[in-house]
Structures are given as C-alpha cells and as structure tokens.
C-alpha cells in the first residue's frame, strides 16, 4: 500500500490489514504459514474492543486514543419540515478520544501538505 493517499481516500479494513501486513514485525514466515494471520489479529483486536466498551469499559490504546461509552440525556428537537417539537428519548453512544501521538501526527503531516 502506498504510503501517500489522496486526502479523502477511505481505508476499508481489508486495506488497513494489507497495510499492517506490510509493515508488520511479525516474520514473513509467519504470513507463509498463514496468510489470513493478520486478518485474524485484526478481527480478535477489533472484537475484545467492541466486547469491552458494549459492556461498560473504556480502552484506552496510548498514543492512538481512547473508546467509552457516554450517555445521552433525553432532548427536544425539532422536526425541520414542520417545526414541530419532537422529544429525542436518552441514547448511550460510543466516544472516541483521539490519543495525543495520533493527534500529532495528524497535525504533522497536515502541516506539511
């Protein structure tokens, strides 16, 4: 994968994987035996993250950021068409903090464009 992206482009997580496998410590003979290894530490990542905060835990990956679940306290909106009040009932949602190395880096790179 291409280390410069048009701003933009959206990763979907097969490139994400092809990316890690690219750049991965793990030896190549690893990927020989099994070529969907990445994949599949991918996904087991992905799913303890999901376990973990659909239950109530924040995780926190330092230098990358932080998921937790916050409340949403119930709220009246308006409907745009016809202006009229409709109440919105209480929601949890998924919180995402980005990390302060990722948000470094970010500013970095966007500073060099």
């Given at each position: 994968?291409?280390?410069?992206?048009?701003?933009?482009?959206?990763?979907?997580?097969?490139?994400?994987i092809a990316?890690a496998?690219?750049?991965?410590?793990?030896?190549?003979?690893?990927?020989?035996?099994?070529?969907?290894?990445?994949?599949k530490?991918?996904?087991?990542i992905?799913?303890?993250i999901?376990?973990?905060?659909s239950q109530?835990?924040?995780?926190?990956?330092?230098?990358f950021?932080?998921?937790?679940l916050?409340?949403?306290a119930p709220?009246?909106?308006?409907?745009?068409?016809?202006?009229?009040?409709?109440e919105v009932?209480?929601?949890?949602?998924v919180?995402?903090?980005?990390?302060?190395?990722?948000a470094?880096?970010?500013k970095q790179?966007?500073?060099?464009?």
């Amino acid at each position: 994968m291409a280390s410069k992206l048009t701003p933009g482009t959206t990763l979907f997580k097969d490139d994400i994987i092809a990316a890690a496998a690219d750049n991965s410590l793990i030896k190549e003979e690893a990927f020989e035996a099994d070529p969907k290894l990445m994949a599949k530490a991918f996904e087991a990542i992905m799913n303890a993250i999901e376990d973990q905060v659909s239950q109530g835990a924040r995780v926190r990956i330092t230098g990358f950021g932080m998921w937790e679940l916050a409340d949403r306290a119930p709220r009246t909106a308006r409907n745009p068409h016809t202006g009229e009040p409709v109440e919105v009932p209480a929601t949890v949602k998924v919180r995402f903090k980005v990390g302060a190395g990722f948000a470094g880096l970010v500013k970095q790179r966007a500073a060099q464009r």
